[in-house]
């Protein structure tokens, strides 16, 4: 006799109907080391009496670095990289205590998939990278030494 309500799924079917439109995109854990733009030294700053150049923070700098070398960085188009690069202007006001670009900076991290939670929300995941292996034999020096 069968019982009325929802049933447990049989072994090996899946519960969805349909199958996920979004996918993960998984990308192996090694630093990105290819071409990126350069840092520029200053940002431009406007203030009462006009527009002033000021020199970009170390800690802007060390951020560059760090967000410039994730693995994921290798899936970026010329756009993306001009979005990075604009965001270490901002992450510089920060920095130096501007609240409003701090504000901005969390929401252009977020874009950029900066941590893992961040990538978590992009759908990127980061993978153990492929260790290849040498398919030569290797002679035994025991063979060698029975001579």
């Known amino acids: 006799m069968a019982i009325a309500g929802r049933q447990s799924a049989p072994a090996g079917q899946k519960r ?7 996918d ?21 700053i406007v203030t009462r009496d006009g527009q002033e150049s000021v020199q970009l923070l ?28 604009t965001t ?24 950029l998939g900066t941590t893992s939670e961040f990538r978590r929300g992009l759908r990127i995941r980061y993978t153990q990278p492929e260790v290849v292996q040498s398919t030569a034999e290797v002679t035994s020096l025991d063979d060698y030494r029975d001579l």
């Open 88 to 111: 270490a202007l901002v992450a510089d006001a920060a920095f130096c205590g501007i609240a409003s670009a701090a504000v901005e900076l969390r929401n252009r991290e977020k874009v």
């Open 58 to 85: 170390s800690l802007t700098k060390k951020w560059w670095e760090t967000v410039s070398a994730m693995p994921h960085c290798k899936l970026w188009t010329d756009s993306d990289w001009m979005f990075a690069l």
């Open 24 to 44: 993960w995109t998984d990308v192996p854990d090694v630093p990105f080391t290819g071409e990126r733009p350069d840092l520029p030294s200053t940002r431009t």
């Open 16 to 22: 969805n109907r349909a199958k996920s439109d979004i």
